[in-house]
């Protein structure tokens, strides 16, 4: 698959050598790596695994992106779409990926929900992370959806939880007085924080806390 059109004017050699293309196949076993080294956190449970990211590949390649440094895998952008229900919001991470299969996609929802987005340690604070989520919105615009749906982790939480609720955390990160390395790069690419997700995942940093972030597409059409 050819790599996806990037806006490379401005980027640095080692930056433009870097490649955002839709999965394969062949990056399974890579992604499955990936997704260990990324979040030594998060219990083994809550890990998708190379089989999830080959049925990924069969339900909608074109909504899920890896990051290539040559041949290596170095990052993912990866979801599906479905009918969110901003009504009854509470959920979990498990049950909405179906357990790492994905299988709540619809090809007709109005939303694409953001599995997971990771980019590897080495690699961080390059630009990585928002090309990923930069090809999620090309998508979404695309296709035509209203935007994106997420639960966002909160790293940053494990150093403030004795000090201040999850909600009080959060208000803090969003005026500018905390910084998160997830939720403060969310909301930097234009994402909003809805309410909070109790029991999201298993995360020993965030007490298993999550936000649920949107972002809106601005060129959304009804139809």
């Keep these: 698959m050819a790599a ?3 806006q490379c004017r401005g980027l640095k050699p080692a930056m433009r050598a870097i490649r955002i293309e839709t999965i394969q196949p062949h990056h399974a ?15 083994e449970s809550e890990l998708m ?14 909504g899920n992106f890896v990051a290539l440094a040559g041949e290596r895998v170095i990052g993912l952008g990866s979801g599906f779409l479905t009918d969110f229900d901003f009504d009854d919001a509470q959920h979990n991470f498990q049950e909405i990926i179906a357990g ?3 299988s709540h996609h619809d090809p007709a929802g109005d939303w694409y929900y953001g599995g997971d ?9 390059r630009g990585v992370g928002s090309r990923l989520y930069a090809a999620r919105k ?3 615009q695309r296709l035509n959806r209203r935007g994106i749906v997420a639960g966002g982790l909160i790293p940053g939480f494990a150093a403030h ?20 390395s997830t939720l403060s790069f969310q909301l930097g690419r234009g994402f909003v924080v809805r309410g909070l997700l109790r029991d999201y995942i298993e995360d020993e940093a965030s007490d298993n806390w999550a936000t649920l972030i949107v972002w809106r597409n601005p060129a959304y059409r009804a139809v």
């Design 161 to 180: 939880k004795r000090a201040m609720s999850p909600q009080e955390y959060v208000d803090k990160v969003r005026q500018g007085q905390l910084r998160d």
């Design 138 to 140: 090309d998508i979404v």
């Design 29 to 43: 076993v890579a992604l499955a790596q990936l997704q260990r080294d990324c979040f030594p956190t998060l219990a």
């Design 49 to 62: 695994n190379e089989r999830h990211f080959r049925r990924h590949c069969r339900l909608f390649p074109e």
């Design 100 to 102: 790492g299969w994905y």
């Design 4 to 6: 996806l059109p990037c």
């Design 117 to 125: 987005i990771s980019v590897h340690p080495d690699y961080r604070r």
